[in-house]
């Protein structure tokens, strides 16, 4: 006799062990499927019998004992019920084991449940509101309108500076510029011209000299102004001292710029600022930055205010300008970023640097005209001897320029409106907004010149914007979550999470809280997926099919190493101690078959009798005509099977199986609504509603339950 056969008691085997098909399920389907469609919350009270206290719940609203009592039948129904259920009364599972016949043992096979499951779990990332804030600029509009006259050659107001360095090396320099005033004037002549001249050294002043168109000796007194001598400081302060001049703090009536002037500042020497652009230290004049920035507080740059050089240009070789002594990498950033143009200090003679000048000033004067205040942009109206202009300007804070000049003699008229009140360029918000999802709208236009500052909760711009409307949009800040909770059973090495489909590495995975962490918080409504092995409390109950007369003769084994395994037997069920259980490990269940022969044979469940399938190991299978069931017996008399034959069975049975079902909370006056309730198709009276649950004395297996609640019409 073989171990395995000596561990069974001897008993013999004649055919293969059948692999149990179990519903291998921790939390079996539900007893009924339930497709409601709700008609308020709270307590509905029907039925035809008492409640469990002896008195109807229905007897303070009438008797609704019978059918046509409660309405079911009759006319005042309409033809769509107000809500409706749809109810299984059991819940089936599929079994199977094999028998032997010479015996009469049944042999149940299965593995145990894998207690690692692949899991994904979807969330959904927070929505939050859009807030949309909206901004007047200035106060009530005021309307303007101004006209200019276009002359045959540049015309309007301009202002030059002149910066001469007065290091001992400059006196070459100086002579050959003293003499070029009119190559300066050559394309300006007809403007309302006025030429200030200071030296690179701040212990001269800030202003030197002074020319205006009309000066009968005007091209001495530039003269004068320029030979400025060469006794100043070598560490030439360029950039400061054009902001000195500009200021005119040193003279009596402050500054001598005009009111829209054009606005030119002129450099020449033959170093750089700071002499190597290095000698001022972390003084604020030692970049361009100090010049650039003062020239935006009282023009637009670039457009009516410019820098120019006679200099080494960085771009030049030392070769190409042996008498300069510093390449003016800081003037040229200077040049460069105010549109202007340059001219080499090496030049033997500056007229024509000095032309160029000229003529890109009377570009300017030819094609801008400055406005006496700075329109709204929308409102703005061009016209060119009265025909209204579409195109071919642009409007740069007070500064209308033209694509191309008009012609001489045109009329220009210019109608626009304004505020007097200074325009703001800050705007405080309502709410934090998550800056991340902030936009800024300018009469309507996008814009990203704006900077948001949290903690202020304000916009800002870096010029007041001249527009209608400032309107922001945006979600508010915090509220997005990037914590997800997966649980603490999950295997942190298989964990894989994507954002709006795509994957990400950047999480962390605490296993103590059972939160996925995200290291970059997803957007307003983002789809957020978590995939894992999640690893489940193993299941130590698995059913068995023994008659409750047999239950007690129970044996279970490993079914690889034949080793007994310690079980208790709980009803139809077999449980296992936990130390136990391994994932998917193959198990053996032998027990009597039960009944009165071997053929005759209880399986300890109620079994659908049309699912039944027996099949002989030898004889094939046995025609459903030759087997009867009854409750859990199962006649195989008149199967023609072998004395010794191992038979396969296989049958769906009933896992569970309710007469009482949960119709939710409804709120609503029974007095107008009936009920309708049927079983497997044909209306029934012989039930109870108690409480919300419907409750039936008795249902045949696998029924299905169908329930329908109308308001009454009359």
């Given at each position: 006799m073989s171990k395995f056969s000596q561990l069974l008691g001897g008993a013999h085997f004649s055919g293969p062990l059948l692999l149990l098909l179990l519903a291998a399920c921790d939390n079996p389907p539900p007893a009924f499927r339930e497709d409601v469609t709700p008609i308020g919350e709270g307590r509905v009270y029907s039925g035809d019998a008492t409640a469990e206290n002896g008195s109807s719940d229905l007897d303070a609203q009438g008797d609704d004992h019978t059918a046509a009592d409660r309405?079911?039948?009759?006319?005042?129904?309409?033809?769509?019920?107000?809500?409706?259920?749809?109810?299984?009364?059991?819940?089936?599972?599929?079994?199977?084991?094999?028998?032997?016949?010479?015996?009469?043992?049944?042999?149940?096979?299965?593995?145990?449940?894998?207690?690692?499951?692949?899991?994904?779990?979807?969330?959904?990332?927070?929505?939050?509101?859009?807030?949309?804030?909206?901004?007047?600029?200035?106060?009530?509009?005021?309307?303007?309108?101004?006209?200019?006259?276009?002359?045959?050659?540049?015309?309007?107001?301009?202002?030059?500076?002149?910066?001469?360095?007065?290091?001992?090396?400059?006196?070459?320099?100086?002579?050959?510029?003293?003499?070029?005033?009119?190559?300066?004037?050559?394309?300006?002549?007809?403007?309302?011209?006025?030429?200030?001249?200071?030296?690179?050294?701040?212990?001269?002043?800030?202003?030197?000299?002074?020319?205006?168109?009309?000066?009968?000796?005007?091209?001495?007194?530039?003269?004068?102004?320029?030979?400025?001598?060469?006794?100043?400081?070598?560490?030439?302060?360029?950039?400061?001292?054009?902001?000195?001049?500009?200021?005119?703090?040193?003279?009596?009536?402050?500054?001598?710029?005009?009111?829209?002037?054009?606005?030119?500042?002129?450099?020449?020497?033959?170093?750089?600022?700071?002499?190597?652009?290095?000698?001022?230290?972390?003084?604020?004049?030692?970049?361009?930055?100090?010049?650039?920035?003062?020239?935006?507080?009282?023009?637009?740059?670039?457009?009516?205010?410019?820098?120019?050089?006679?200099?080494?240009?960085?771009?030049?070789?030392?070769?190409?300008?042996?008498?300069?002594?510093?390449?003016?990498?800081?003037?040229?950033?200077?040049?460069?970023?105010?549109?202007?143009?340059?001219?080499?200090?090496?030049?033997?003679?500056?007229?024509?640097?000095?032309?160029?000048?000229?003529?890109?000033?009377?570009?300017?004067?030819?094609?801008?005209?400055?406005?006496?205040?700075?329109?709204?942009?929308?409102?703005?109206?061009?016209?060119?001897?009265?025909?209204?202009?579409?195109?071919?300007?642009?409007?740069?804070?007070?500064?209308?320029?033209?694509?191309?000049?008009?012609?001489?003699?045109?009329?220009?008229?210019?109608?626009?409106?304004?505020?007097?009140?200074?325009?703001?360029?800050?705007?405080?918000?309502?709410?934090?907004?998550?800056?991340?999802?902030?936009?800024?709208?300018?009469?309507?236009?996008?814009?990203?010149?704006?900077?948001?500052?949290?903690?202020?909760?304000?916009?800002?711009?870096?010029?007041?914007?001249?527009?209608?409307?400032?309107?922001?949009?945006?979600?508010?800040?915090?509220?997005?979550?990037?914590?997800?909770?997966?649980?603490s059973n999950a295997n942190a090495s298989t964990i894989k999470v994507s954002v709006n489909g795509k994957a990400t590495t950047g999480f962390t995975y605490n296993a103590g809280t059972g939160l996925v962490r995200l290291n970059a918080t997803p957007a307003d409504a983002a789809q957020v997926n978590v995939s894992f092995d999640q690893i489940l409390s193993p299941k130590l109950r698995y059913p068995i099919y023994a008659a409750a007369d047999v239950r007690n003769q129970v044996r279970v084994y490993d079914a690889n190493t034949t080793r007994s395994i310690p079980v208790t037997v709980e009803r139809d069920e077999i449980v296992f101690q936990a130390r136990d259980y391994k994932a998917l490990r193959d198990v053996l269940v032998v027990y009597p078959a039960g009944g009165e022969d071997a053929r005759t044979i209880d399986l300890g469940r109620t079994v659908l009798e049309n699912s039944v399938k027996i099949k002989g190991l030898k004889s094939g299978a046995c025609d459903g005509n030759l087997f009867t069931i009854s409750g859990t017996a199962l006649d195989l008399k008149d199967c023609k099977f072998q004395a010794n034959e191992g038979v396969l069975i296989e049958f769906t049975y009933a896992a569970d199986h309710t007469n009482s079902f949960d119709l939710g909370d409804l709120e609503l006056d029974l007095s107008q609504y009936r009920w309708k309730v049927a079983v497997n198709g044909v209306e029934t009276s012989t039930y109870t509603i108690n409480d919300n649950e419907l409750v039936f004395p008795d249902l045949p297996m696998n029924a299905k339950v169908d329930v329908s609640l109308y308001k009454v019409t009359h």
């Open positions: 309405g079911e039948d009759g006319p005042g129904l309409p033809a769509v019920a107000a809500a409706s259920w749809s109810f299984q009364a059991t819940t089936l599972a599929p079994g199977s084991l094999s028998l032997d016949l010479a015996n009469g043992q049944f042999q149940q096979r299965f593995k145990m449940d894998n207690n690692v499951v692949a899991t994904r779990l979807d969330f959904n990332q927070v929505n939050r509101p859009v807030v949309t804030e909206a901004f007047r600029q200035g106060s009530e509009q005021e309307f303007k309108s101004e006209s200019f006259s276009q002359s045959a050659s540049a015309a309007g107001l301009l202002d030059v500076l002149v910066v001469v360095d007065t290091s001992g090396s400059m006196k070459e320099e100086q002579s050959n510029l003293s003499t070029k005033l009119l190559p300066l004037l050559k394309y300006v002549k007809d403007a309302d011209w006025k030429i200030g001249v200071v030296t690179t050294d701040p212990n001269e002043g800030c202003l030197r000299g002074l020319i205006r168109k009309g000066d009968r000796n005007a091209e001495q007194l530039f003269a004068n102004a320029v030979n400025a001598g060469i006794q100043g400081s070598g560490n030439e302060r360029g950039i400061l001292q054009a902001v000195n001049g500009l200021k005119g703090e040193c003279n009596q009536g402050g500054s001598w710029l005009r009111t829209n002037s054009t606005v030119a500042v002129l450099i020449v020497s033959d170093e750089d600022n700071c002499s190597a652009g290095q000698d001022c230290g972390n003084d604020p004049w030692a970049k361009s930055d100090y010049l650039v920035n003062y020239l935006s507080s009282i023009r637009k740059v670039g457009v009516n205010a410019r820098t120019y050089g006679i200099v080494w240009h960085p771009s030049v070789t030392q070769s190409a300008c042996n008498t300069a002594f510093h390449a003016a990498r800081v003037y040229a950033d200077a040049i460069s970023r105010t549109n202007g143009t340059w001219g080499s200090i090496c030049d033997a003679d500056y007229s024509s640097t000095l032309s160029a000048i000229s003529y890109d000033l009377s570009v300017i004067l030819k094609n801008q005209f400055a406005l006496q205040y700075e329109p709204f942009a929308k409102s703005l109206k061009v016209f060119v001897n009265n025909q209204l202009q579409s195109s071919g300007y642009k409007l740069t804070g007070n500064v209308l320029e033209f694509t191309t000049a008009p012609a001489a003699g045109s009329t220009i008229k210019v109608e626009y409106e304004f505020t007097n009140e200074p325009p703001r360029n800050e705007f405080f918000l309502g709410n934090v907004a998550d800056s991340s999802t902030l936009q800024v709208y300018l009469d309507g236009a996008p814009t990203s010149a704006f900077t948001y500052d949290a903690g202020a909760r304000s916009i800002r711009f870096a010029a007041a914007p001249m527009v209608y409307e400032i309107k922001a949009v945006y979600r508010k800040d915090g509220e997005l979550k990037n914590d997800f909770q997966i649980g």
